[in-house]
């Protein structure tokens, strides 16, 4: 029988040095090969010219190097890009690079599909097909990295993970990817410049704060308990109490925020009531708030507010002392915004 080959991009610096030790290896020779692996261009263990030939080929016999090709990309009139990339199953997901004056932003998808039902949103309504390996989280930043070479577009500066599935329920695979995204032999990405959102998983968030010091987002959406278990079911399971008693424990570093997104929806959770509510609750949490308008998605039962009352929400918190900013939607046209990443250009295997 076939031995099945070990993807090395799924193996943080740890996993690889116990991965070489198992073939015979010093550990050292396992920080070689993370070295090598995410160098533009190295697709193949002959062009890793410090390890010896003898050992390039056994490790051709025990492992692979996977990576996504071919993207089909989508550019939005904005200047935002959508990748969709074909899993080796035949799923499609898809990442979002959003270039701004001062940084490009790559959106990063965690799962195909969703598991979290939130009502809101398009991937959401697909439901959940899998967990992405380490491998096809890191991947999707290697081909955005190499697009943007290739084009001339600059350089990936931040990465959010914002994009298609919750990312704390794959957690271990988003440790694994985060270590391999932060090693400075890996992708070498400052943890202040990654941002992983959540739609409120209290354990995962503590232990996601134990073991990274990357940035916590946190989609909320509403300032009571009714209304944000009709938006969300997740807060079932963790009510809003749990869920801001969370984020005050949260491990942060000075002058570090938890950034709360908050999508307004006309008649549902635009009021001034509203507002002075979303005031008392997050009173005492280091945060930043972002306002967001609903995007066009299929669901004909959300709208958004409208600018004026967007203005007049924001006024209200700025007066109770928040940093709020309103965000405007970029990709929309693509169907690449917040809560659209549905993988419509293209279908699962039947
Ligand atoms: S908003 Fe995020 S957590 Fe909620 S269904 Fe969509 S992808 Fe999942």
């Known amino acids: 029988m ?48 410090d390890l010896a030939r003898e050992f390039r080929a056994v490790l051709g016999r025990h492992a692979r190097i996977s990576r996504f090709t071919e993207p089909v990309v989508q550019q939005s009139r904005d200047g935002s890009a959508k990748f969709g990339f074909r899993l080796e199953d035949g799923f499609v997901i898809e990442s979002v690079l959003i270039p701004d004056e001062d940084r490009n932003t790559l959106c990063v998808s965690s799962q195909a599909g969703c598991a979290m039902g939130c009502r809101f949103c398009m991937t959401g309504s697909m439901g959940f097909t899998r967990n992405l390996q380490p491998a096809e989280i890191v991947n999707q930043v290697c081909a955005v990295r190499d697009w943007m070479l290739e084009y001339d577009r600059g350089r990936l500066t931040n990465l959010v993970f914002m994009g298609m599935g919750e990312p704390l329920a794959n957690l271990k695979n988003l440790l694994t990817a985060l270590s391999i995204l932060t090693e400075q032999r890996g992708l070498d990405f400052a943890s202040r410049r990654i941002t992983v959102s959540t739609c409120g998983l209290v354990p995962q968030m503590m232990e996601l704060g134990q073991a990274t010091d990357v940035n916590l987002a946190v989609s909320l959406h509403a300032a009571d308990d009714v209304t944000r278990s009709r938006l969300m079911p997740v807060n079932d399971r963790y009510p809003l109490a749990e869920l801001i008693e969370a984020c005050k424990k949260f491990p942060m570093k000075k002058r570090q925020r938890i950034m709360f997104e908050y999508t307004m929806l006309a008649g549902i ?10 005031a008392r609750l997050l009173r005492g949490v280091p945060s930043k708030i972002n306002l967001l308008a609903m995007n066009a998605t299929d669901n004909e039962e959300f709208r958004s507010p409208g600018r004026e009352r967007m203005l007049r929400f924001q006024q209200i918190l700025r007066r109770h002392g928040f940093s709020v900013f309103i965000r405007h939607s970029r990709g929309e046209d693509i169907l ?11 279908s699962p295997p039947v």
């Open 2 to 49: 076939e031995q099945e080959l070990t993807d090395l991009k799924n193996l943080d610096q740890q996993g690889l040095i116990r991965f070489v030790e198992s073939l015979g290896q010093p550990a050292f020779r396992g920080r070689q090969i993370l070295a090598w692996l995410y160098r533009p261009g190295v697709t193949d263990f002959f062009q890793m010219t």
């Open 336 to 346: 690449a915004a917040c809560g659209q990443l549905a993988g419509r250009h293209s």
């Open 269 to 278: 959770n635009d009021s001034d009531e509203t507002a002075e509510k979303l």
